[in-house]
T-cell receptor
Framework: AQKVTQAQTEISVVEKEDVTLDCVYE???????LFWYKQPPSGELVFLIR??????QNEISGRYSWNFQKSTSSFNFTITASQVVDSAVYFC????????????FGGGTRLMVKP | DSGVTQTPKHLITATGQRVTLRCSPR?????VYWYQQSLDQGLQFLIQ???????AKGNILERFSAQQFPDLHSELNLSSLELGDSALYFC?????????????FGQGTRLTVV
């Protein structure tokens, strides 16, 4: 069975601070896919990134960066110089080759960025 | 805007009733997924359709059913509603049914059962 754990249920930072959201996953599949989604207060789920299990290169997109480490089964997300607009719930998710493309989501981390 | 359209955005209904949630996938996407987000269960996969056929099933109750029509839109039918069915229901779509494709989510339908 697949499992995603986001141990931090809520994080509060002051604007311009850097913040890292942790994600640990469990899977028996050798090929899998990791995702991060953002859910702002308006409620929609916004796709941020997909990473394949065979590609351990870290990725940076503007103020966002992702650190994928297979050795520790982690896929952490860092926001540099956080802004109030980053306030949202962030979900890490795991996809598999098996059974279509269904995603197993973590419980989410609520990030509050205060001015 | 993800390109996935869900209607209605909000729905309030009484226990025991039946409702239908509708989803139009992004243009060109053949696969549709339904997810339920509730306070106690989090985000859970319900069911997936690919090009009109059921592809995968998650923790979907027997009172719930779905289908994907020839024009690729999908409907999720919830019957004999209970208070615990109150949740945000998301539809997502992707190009294929398998690997290496990200799913784009609609804005969700917030169902309140009273």
């Amino acid at each position: 069975a697949q499992k995603v754990t986001q141990a931090q249920t809520e994080i509060s930072v002051v604007e311009k601070e850097d913040v890292t959201l942790d994600c640990v996953y469990e899977t028996r599949d050798t090929t899998y896919y990791l995702f991060w989604y953002k859910q702002p207060p308006s409620g929609e789920l916004v796709f941020l990134i997909r990473r394949n299990s065979f590609d351990e290169q870290n990725e940076i997109s503007g103020r966002y960066s992702w650190n994928f480490q297979k050795s520790t089964s982690s896929f952490n997300f860092t926001i540099t110089a956080s802004q109030v607009v980053d306030s949202a719930v962030y979900f890490c998710a795991l996809g598999s080759n098996n059974a279509g493309n269904m995603l197993t989501f973590g419980g989410g981390t609520r990030l509050m960025v205060k001015p | 805007d993800s390109g996935v359209t869900q209607t209605p955005k909000h729905l309030i209904t009484a226990t025991g009733q039946r409702v239908t949630l509708r989803c139009s996938p992004r243009s060109g996407d053949l696969s549709v997924y339904w997810y339920q987000q509730s306070l106690d269960q989090g985000l859970q996969f319900l069911i997936q359709y690919y090009n009109g056929e059921e592809r995968a099933k998650g923790n979907i109750l027997e009172r719930f059913s779905a289908q994907q029509f020839p024009d690729l839109h999908s409907e999720l039918n919830l019957s004999s509603l209970e208070l615990g069915d109150s949740a945000l229901y998301f539809c997502a779509s992707s190009v294929t049914a398998g690997r290496n494709t990200e799913a784009f989510f609609g804005q969700g339908t917030r169902l309140t059962v009273v």
